[in-house]
């Protein structure tokens, strides 16, 4: 099969298009035929070198994939040749084909089958954050840093249909399609200091989830934004690994922090989250309150030319690699 491959980390041209070795099944495994790839930070981050796949994984990027099973492994019970799948990946789904254990396998939902590939990781980020560590719910605020990329689209889309007040920061090019997700409040992060925003927004209550992309550079002013018992969930580091914290500030509010990743996590969790999306994101998909936000498809021989549109963040919703 062909796969991108890199053979040095760099710039998106590291990313080659080459004949690599098939994938066998293990035998709580099957193989997808892969129709298309979400792009993900992540991803970015491997081609840089700066984030390997974990132990045992593929070592080709791609945390997502949607496609057609094409082999079972012998201990694999509910899915057969032929069904239309999307899955949650360690790695491997920038390639034609992809082994996945079977407890990170979902159906395809009412939606485009190739679309489906822009799914899996954002649905089960959001769901295993926002339900399972910030206990998000009807009538809380949530505040979405980031909220024209992937995630961000989706977690505004989740949290409106949980009943959330959704507050979010993004490019002001962006605004609009974010109110037509289902924000309430839209925040132009180069111009607006977001921390006022919500005040004003919450009466002066504050946020009581707020779901961060930024790490270090947002720490303390997202503490600032915080309800009396608010949780901050960060999921990126994308402005630094290190900040300072005022822990007097949190202790007044009560509040928490917490900070998660999904790619290492064991299979089991892995297939725990899983079902967690299929149980109750899954309906939201079928009953049309949530989509997938798909910004274009890029042929994935075209790799680079989608890792550059990520890192200019020109993008809106997911970029996809596609075959055929």
Known sequence: MRAITIPQPGGPDALVWAEVPDPEPGPDEVIVDVRAS??????????QGHYPPPAGASA???????????????EVAGWAVGQQVCALLAG??????????????????????????????????????????????????????GGGSGIGTFAVQFGAALGATILTTARETKHSRLRELGA????????QDFVEEVRQATDGRGADVILDIMGASYLGRNVSALAS??????????????GELDLGALMTKRASIAATSLRSRPPAEKAEIVQGVRDEVWPLIEAGTVRPIVDRRVPMSEAATAHRLVESNDHFGKVLLTRG
């Open 229 to 242: 018992g608010g949780r901050l969930v960060v999921i990126g580091m994308q402005g630094g690994r290190k």
């Open 60 to 74: 080709y990027p791609g945390l997502e994939c949607s496609g057609v099973v094409t082999e079972v492994g012998s």
């Open 38 to 47: 979400g792009v993900n930070r992540a991803d970015l981050l491997q081609r």
């Open 92 to 145: 491997g789904g920038y390639a034609e084909r992809v082994a996945v254990p079977a407890g990170q396998l979902l159906p395809v939902p009412a939606c485009d089958p190739v679309d489906a590939g822009a799914l899996p990781e954002v649905a089960c980020t959001v769901w295993s954050n926002l339900i399972q560590v910030g206990r998000l719910g009807a009538g809380d605020t949530l505040l979405v840093h």
């Open 184 to 191: 309430s409040h839209t925040i132009d992060y180069r111009e």
